[in-house]
């Protein structure tokens, strides 16, 4: 990859990440309220869902910038091709380096997995739409599997200062979440979750596989 694919990728990384938020802030809030120990309608039920998006959108723009320069400029570092059989593992480096979260870690190395497996049946590499699909579904199933650490993170965020769940001590939380309301506790809300961030993986990775190409496009004619 080259150097002016970089400044590409922070652009559409940028798009990618307005366009998501945009669309799914509201959601999240009302997963954030499914999650709250004191319930969903004392948590706010659905009002003001909309409160505060102008300031993440604007946030999100650097912020997605920032992780997609990294993400692509540490798998060119690493020589990620897809042929090698350390691919998901670059991959999972890639992604912490960019943001250093267990979600990111499942899902980059599974869209690029998917992506790669979807590109070697097609003999083609995949369109823009299509590895929206794959990262709708990778979405999906890293929405799941972090479910319980989610659950931990809005709690300890919910707590009262001066509380143990405040202290920040994930696996008591989890505990606690376990002996009070067992594994449905620890998956509250998760299939808004799910639902939520496939529909999430679908527009940031779509917009962005679609950005990068319209401007790499753009790019090649203008030479």
Known sequence: MDRPGF????VAGGVAGVSVDLILFPLDTIKTRLQSPQGFKKAGG???IYAGIPSAAIGSFPN????????EYVKWFLHADSSSYLMPL???LAASSGEVIPFSLVQFPLWESLKALWSW???????????????AFAGGFAAAVTTPLDVAKTRIMLAKAGSST??????????GVWQTQGL???FAGVFPRMS????GGFIFLGAYDQTRSLLMKLGKESL
């Open 7 to 10: 400044t590409v990728s922070l």
């Open 46 to 48: 659905f009002r003001g």
């Open 64 to 71: 997605a910038a920032a992780f997609f320069i990294t993400y």
């Open 90 to 92: 670059k991959h999972m």
């Open 121 to 135: 049946k097609l003999g083609h590499v995949v369109d823009s739409w299509q590895s929206a699909v794959c990262g």
């Open 166 to 175: 405040a202290s920040g001590n994930v696996l008591s939380v989890l505990r």
């Open 184 to 186: 449905s506790g620890l």
């Open 196 to 199: 939520a961030i496939s529909l």
